[in-house]
């Protein structure tokens, strides 16, 4: 409802327009956990060279888009319009009015990053004009915001270089124990349905489901680059056991133990799928992957990690009993741009 009868104009933010633009370029999913709003909109009111402007019906917000400049090139970011108000014009009219914003200051030309696979929103800039050009955009950054939280996504600047492959370093800690863990072994979470299966000689293709989907955010390659005749020729051994977790009836995660060296059982592969993170249920299945483990008395069980791994295995496995032996630091290319 337009309260004023009028067409609705863009303006300058306000500072009461805090908590409705947050939520509004969260709605849009356009925030992450390394550029938080309140950081985002301190930086472009905090330059004389940049503004935000939105549009907006009484207490509604309806759209906003940055506009900045360096001196030569202006650009836009993080426009945004609510997903109920989309279609009605209000992204070309704060497109425009950024665009107005720029040449009072004389400059010349305007320029914006659209993402490779956001198809529909690079149809819109071609509908106002916007054209793609020959150059490639380089970063890096200044202040490190650290590794993404349990379940984030993939950052963009860990994205594979489009015209130069990228590298990867990282460290392998190996680690082992010589006897069986002393903490009590907790819990199935309450509450839930959950069942622990060996999955006798599982499929190539079950398999790569579980691995994929279990590997996908820490970039486990390895297996993604076995073929499925070498992988089912591991999956068969009698010595190679899968375990899989359900919950509710749906695979949750896994754990591959390997006795191929009967002295030295080697837990292979652990982890759950992103969405069954944070409910308690990693430790759950650590300790009944070890308990099965050390079923057939070894001299010892391993295993390693490293530092893409989920920020807290390191610490979760030397909690369960594992002491670091070794660490090597490795190169690879990334697998991601192959």
Known sequence: MQVSGLPLRPRPYAESDF???????ERCGLTTWYNPPDQDIARWLNSPNSQILVISDGDALLGSVCVGHDGHRGWLYTLA????HQRKGYGRQLVRAAEAWLEKRAIPKVQLMVRSTNTEVAGFYRSLGYHGEPRSVFARWLNDPGPPPEGAPTPDWLQPDAETPATIDYTITFLEMTRR???PA???????SIALLRAVEPGVRFYRFLYDGVGDPWIWWERRQMSDAALAAILTDPAVEVYVLYVEGTPAGYAEIDRRDPKAVDLAYFGLLPEFTGKGLGPY???AALDIA????????????CTLDHPKALPLYQRFGFQPIRQEGRSIRDPRGS
């Open 19 to 25: 908590a409705a633009c947050s939520t509004l370029w």
């Open 81 to 84: 319009v609510d997903p109920e």
């Open 181 to 183: 863990p002393t903490v």
């Open 186 to 192: 907790p819990h199935p979470p309450s509450g839930l």
């Open 285 to 287: 299945l650590l300790s």
């Open 294 to 305: 050390w079923s057939s008395d070894p001299e010892r069980v391993t295993v390693n990690t």
